[in-house]
C-alpha cells in the first residue's frame, strides 16, 4: 500500500494535474458566447495604450544640400484605445466574424506635450511625389517643380502632433483629386486618417477553436478575402495567424507565432527569446524574428516581398505596394537588428533592446499574452531626383518619419485569477503528491525495517542449525567424558579396563 502511495504521489498526481488543466483551458479557450474569454474578445477591458514618437529635423537645410539628417526624437504622445468589435456574428463553419472599431483617446498625463505640439518633420506627400515622377522625363519633372513651388511644398513642413496622427489640408493632394483621383487617396494625409472610431478595418473572420484548437483566432477571411493580392509570391499573400490578442493553447516554446496585421499588409513572425517573470508568474518571451525585416536575398523565404526596385537593405521592408505606391519602408525602432547601413546615413539613432524591440509576454498554457509591446518605425524612401529642386543634393536614405509602440498589460485581477486558477491549483496538487510520498513512505519505512529483521532473524537461526550440523561426533570433552564415565563403570564392577582404555 505504501509503495502504490509513493508511486501514486510521484507519477499519477502530476498526470492528473495535467488533464485536469487541459480540460479547463480547452473548455475555455474557445470563441463561443458560452466562453469565459468570449466577452473579453468581443469588448476587450484590459487597458490598452498607444504611444507615439516623431523625428524632428535639426539641419533641414544641409539636408537638402546632402549632409546626415540630425535628428531628434519628440515624445511619447500617448491615447488610450478602445477596442469594440462590431457585427459579431457566428458561422457556421467554425469561424466568427466581426469588425473592429479602434477608437483613441489622448492621455495627457502620459503624454509629454499637447496635441498642438508642432515639429519640423519630412514632407512625405512631397517626397512620394518626387520619387513617383523619376522615370519621367526631365520636362515632366521640371514641370513638376514648378507645380509644387506654387503650392508652396518643400521637403520639410512645420506640423502638430494632431495633423501628424489624425490628418490635414495637403494642397498637393487636393490637386490630385481634382484632377487625377486615386481611390483611397483623398485630398488629406495623416498616418491615422480615418482610423479613428470607424469601420476601416473590415470584416475579419477567425477560427472560433471549437472544432481544431490549433487554429484558435486565426485569420480565416479579412473583407471577404482568404489570401492577399499585392505581393510577388503566394507565400507573401498568405494570411497566417492571429490578430495577437490570442494564440491556441498550450503553445510549444519552439513554435513560430504568426501575427496577422492588416496594416501591414502581412504576417508578421514571432520566435521565443527567454522565459521571463511578470508579477510572479512565469511567461515565455516571444519578439519579432530579426528575418521579418530582411530581403529576399539574405533571407529567401522573404523575396516575395519585394522585387529589384525595391529590395531595401536587411532591416527594413518596404510597403509600396501596401500604401499606393508610395516608398514607405517598415522597421524595428531606431533601426534596431538593421543593416548597420541604414542608421549611418541618420544622426540620433540608438536602438536600445528593452526601448525598441517588438515582443509580448506569453502564457503558454492559455496562449494568450500577459502584455505586449508591438513596436513600429516608418521610414520614407528618399533620393536625389534630378529635374525636382525641392529634393535638392539630398543623399539616398530610408528616413525615420515616426515610430509607434502599442502597449498592454494584464491588470492584477487577472493576474489573481491566473494565482488562483493555476498557482493554488498546482500548488495544491503538489501538496497532495509530497503527502502521499511522506505518506507511503512512512508506511513503507517501518514495514521495511520488519522485513529486515525477519530476514536477519531468519539468517541466524538457520547459521546456527548449521553450525549444529557440522560439529564432530566427539570433541576432545566430550571423549573424556566419556573416558571417565567408563572407568566409573568398571571401577564399580571391580574389573579391569581393557588394554586401550588402561593406556589411556
Known amino acids: 500500500m505504501g509503495i502504490i502511495l509513493i508511486i501514486s504521489g510521484a507519477v499519477a498526481m502530476p498526470l492528473i494535474y495535467d488533464a485536469m488543466i487541459k480540460v479547463v483551458v480547452d473548455d475555455m479557450m474557445q470563441l463561443t458566447p458560452s466562453s469565459p ?147 483611397g487617396v483623398g485630398s488629406q494625409f495623416g498616418f491615422l486618417l480615418g482610423y479613428n472610431g470607424t469601420d476601416i478595418n473590415g470584416m475579419f473572420t477567425v477560427y472560433d477553436g471549437v472544432a481544431n484548437k490549433s487554429k484558435l483566432n486565426h485569420v480565416n477571411r479579412w473583407k471577404g478575402q482568404t489570401e492577399l493580392d499585392m505581393w510577388y509570391t503566394p507565400e507573401a499573400n498568405m494570411m497566417n495567424g492571429t490578430d495577437g490578442m490570442m494564440w491556441h493553447p498550450f503553445v510549444e516554446q519552439n513554435e513560430t507565432l504568426p501575427l496577422f496585421h492588416q496594416d501591414y499588409c502581412r504576417t508578421m513572425p514571432y520566435i521565443y527569446k527567454e522565459d521571463q517573470m511578470f508579477k510572479g508568474i512565469p511567461l515565455k ?79 503558454p498554457k492559455m496562449g494568450m499574452p500577459y502584455t ?66 511522506v505518506i507511503g513512505s512512512l508506511m513503507v519505512i517501518p514495514a521495511s525495517i520488519a522485513l529486515v529483521n525477519t530476514c536477519y532473524t531468519k539468517h541466524q537461526k538457520k547459521s546456527g542449525e548449521l553450525d549444529e550440523e557440522k560439529k564432530p561426533l566427539l570433541t576432545n570433552e566430550s571423549r573424556r567424558d566419556n573416558h571417565s564415565n567408563i572407568t566409573s563403570v568398571y571401577a564399580e564392577d571391580g574389573k579391569e579396563m581393557p588394554g586401550i582404555l588402561s593406556e589411556s
Open 372 to 437: 505586449m509591446r508591438m513596436r513600429l518605425q516608418i521610414n520614407m524612401y528618399i533620393e536625389n531626383v534630378g529635374g525636382i529642386k525641392q529634393m535638392g543634393n539630398v543623399r539616398t536614405m530610408y528616413y525615420p518619419a515616426i515610430w509607434f509602440a502599442q502597449e498592454v498589460d494584464v491588470p492584477d485581477d487577472v493576474i489573481k485569477s491566473y494565482r488562483l486558477g493555476f498557482q493554488l491549483t498546482g500548488l495544491i496538487v503538489d501538496i497532495m503528491k509530497y503527502a502521499m510520498i
Open 37 to 183: 474569454i468570449y466577452d473579453e474578445w468581443a469588448n476587450p477591458t484590459v487597458p490598452l495604450l498607444s504611444k507615439f514618437y516623431f523625428f524632428e529635423v535639426q539641419n533641414p537645410d544641409e539636408v537638402i544640400n546632402g549632409d546626415k539628417p540630425a535628428l531628434v526624437e519628440r515624445g511619447p504622445y500617448s491615447y488610450k484605445l478602445i477596442v469594440k468589435r462590431a457585427n459579431v456574428t457566428s458561422n457556421a463553419n467554425g469561424t466568427i466574424s466581426s469588425i473592429p472599431v479602434y477608437t483613441y483617446v489622448f492621455d495627457r498625463e502620459k503624454s509629454v506635450g499637447d496635441e498642438s505640439d508642432t515639429f519640423l518633420s519630412i514632407n512625405m506627400p512631397m517626397t512620394s511625389t518626387a520619387y513617383m515622377m523619376k522615370d519621367e522625363s526631365r520636362f515632366v519633372k521640371q514641370s513638376m517643380s514648378l507645380v509644387l513651388e506654387a503650392l508652396g511644398e518643400s521637403m520639410f513642413k512645420r506640423l502638430s502632433v494632431a495633423d501628424l496622427l489624425w490628418g490635414y489640408d495637403e494642397p498637393l493632394f487636393e490637386l490630385v483629386e481634382k484632377f487625377f483621383p486615386i481611390p
Open 285 to 363: 518571451r516571444y519578439y519579432l524574428a530579426p528575418f521579418a525585416y530582411e530581403n529576399g536575398t539574405t533571407y529567401p523565404p522573404n523575396k516575395g516581398f519585394c522585387n529589384e526596385e525595391t529590395c531595401a537593405p536587411a532591416g527594413i521592408q518596404r510597403m509600396d505596394p501596401c500604401r499606393f505606391g508610395s516608398p514607405m519602408g517598415l522597421s524595428n525602432p531606431h533601426f534596431l537588428y538593421a543593416d548597420p547601413w541604414l542608421s549611418d546615413q541618420i544622426i540620433g539613432l540608438n536602438p536600445d533592446v528593452e526601448k525598441h524591440e517588438n515582443y509580448f509576454l506569453l502564457e
